[in-house]
């Protein structure tokens, strides 16, 4: 679990800067759950961490208040690329004709020099009153909090979801290898009787013969039956398909 302190030590000091942040983040620190029909945001207050039931954090930073719709806007006809090559300097100078304030030029020239104009000019969007055009007063540093506010709570999303990601496979692959024996996963018959076994097991093997795992290498060397392994070897040799199964029992 994430420590809260952790959280908001790391948050806060990325966010402290920018109270006209048009975005609103919510961190689910047990589970992930998607929020739906969002029609319109709320009016919200400068900018502030609220610890709600003691495991979700509810991440306000002053929203302006714009009503989105739900409809996919219409096709726009298809135009010739035309736009020129932009030096570092000429990037910070099209932000500031477009109304962002740049206290520090050179500090904003650096940045884009390691971090991509146009990366960077999504974090720019919630920002704008019209296309192009940003609302009174923002200025660089505002977007640049909001793009390490972004990094970090992404990092401590990341390290959160391969802990639980780990914890879960191990889990499975015991109980498995508990029920059905070291090779049980190469039955569809442990399966549920909709899931594509064969698709899945082909996928497997393939990213086993491409693997340089020690432990792969040595199994190769070793013992028959290459390249299915050991149920319990399975979710650390090939972890982008060893979670695509269910056990009918597990």
């Known amino acids: 679990m994430i420590a809260h302190n952790r959280l908001s030590d790391r948050v806060l000091k990325s966010i402290s800067r920018t109270p006209s942040i048009s975005s609103i983040i919510i961190l689910f620190a047990g589970c992930l759950r998607r929020i739906k029909h969002v ?54 100078a099209l932000l ?3 109304g962002m304030v740049v206290h520090d030029v050179q500090a ?42 972004d990094t970090i709570l992404r990092d401590i999303v990341t390290e959160a979801l391969e802990a639980v990601e780990v914890n879960l496979r191990t889990a499975v692959a015991h109980r498995f290898g508990e029920q059905y024996g070291a090779f049980g996963h190469t039955n569809a018959a442990h399966f549920y009787h909709r899931f594509h076994h064969p698709n899945w097991r082909d996928a497997l093997e393939r990213e086993t013969r491409r693997s340089t795992e020690l432990y792969v290498s040595h199994f190769r060397a070793t013992y028959t039956g290459f390249p299915s392994l050991p149920v319990w070897v399975v979710p650390n040799s090939c972890r982008s398909v060893c979670s695509h199964g269910c056990s009918r029992e597990c």
């Open 39 to 92: 029609t319109h945001l709320p009016r919200l207050s400068p900018a502030r961490v609220t610890r709600i039931k003691g495991r979700f954090f509810y991440c306000a930073l002053g929203w302006q208040g714009t009503p989105m719709s739900g409809l996919p806007p219409a096709p726009l006809p298809l135009l010739p690329y035309s736009k020129p090559w932009l030096s570092y300097q000429d990037q910070v």
């Open 96 to 98: 500031q004709s477009r």
């Open 108 to 149: 904003a020239t650096e940045f884009l020099r390691h971090v991509n104009y146009y990366r960077f000019s999504g974090y720019c969007l919630v920002f704008e009153a019209v296309r192009h055009t940003f609302n009174p007063g923002v200025t660089f540093e505002q977007v640049h909090a909001a793009y390490e506010f």
